[in-house]
């Protein structure tokens, strides 16, 4: 099946540092990437949706200079947490769908982000 | 009200036991997923469907339409079954996932 790597899987870094996220399509053309945040015991809560060769679009009260992404290829999307502050500290999903509707979304292992 | 909710919540049971997850929605979709979740964090995606029923080993994963409902099995349950149990709709001419809040599931040996 289509593979999604996500990485780093894990990062500690000191407040104020920018941490990059990468999401990577292994075996197919990743039209669409989206990136997702999750909070412990809650669901997943989209933040954006990145289309290749375009500028993201922002879920309402994500604020798109603090969260920086890139999508530049058709197998790579990048998340930048600018000037990262303890509240940042989360899990970070990344999913990929192809150019075909209605392919199913496939999941990144996530990047456990902890902000001291 | 969630555009969509599953039931139960939590769910604990004993190993070998037949376990039903279900999944009602408010929305017009196109598909629904079904997604597992692990402790450590990663989501695989477990089926997707917009019609019928699909099975996959132990999981079987059906969909009612005109009902707006969906139910996830798994038979013969195993401790490794433990894992947050996610559905989650597509609507009509959208890419977006709209999440349940999930189901937790423990199987106890």
């Known amino acids: 099946g289509a593979v999604v790597s996500q990485h780093p899987s894990w990062v500690i870094c000191k407040s104020g540092t920018s941490v990059k996220i990468e999401c990577r399509s292994l075996d197919f053309q990743a039209t669409t990437m989206f990136w997702y945040r999750q909070f412990p015991k809650q669901s997943l809560m989209l933040m954006a949706t990145s289309n290749e060769g375009s500028k993201a679009t922002y879920e309402q009260g994500v604020e798109k200079d603090k969260f920086l992404i890139n999508h530049a290829s058709l197998t790579l999307s990048t998340l930048t947490v600018t000037s990262a502050h303890p509240e940042d500290s989360s899990f970070y999903i990344c999913s990929a769908t192809g150019a075909i509707s209605n392919q199913p979304q496939h999941f990144g292992d996530g990047t456990r982000l902890s902000i001291l | 009200k969630n555009e969509v909710e599953q039931s139960p919540q939590n769910l604990t049971a004993q190993e070998g036991e037949f376990i039903t997850i279900n999944c009602s929605y408010s929305v017009g979709i196109s598909a629904l997923h079904w997604l597992q979740q692990h402790p450590g964090g990663g989501i695989v995606s477990l089926f997707m469907?917009?019609?019928g029923k699909k099975k996959h080993g132990r999981l079987i994963a059906t969909i009612n339409i005109q009902e707006k409902h969906s139910s996830l099995h798994i038979t013969a349950s195993h401790p490794r079954d433990s894992a947050v149990y996610i559905c989650?709709?597509?609507?009509?001419?959208?890419?977006?996932?709209?999440f349940g809040q999930g189901t937790r599931l423990t199987i106890n040996p």
């Open positions: 989650a709709a597509i609507g009509r001419g959208a890419q977006k996932l709209v």
């Open positions: 469907l917009s019609s």
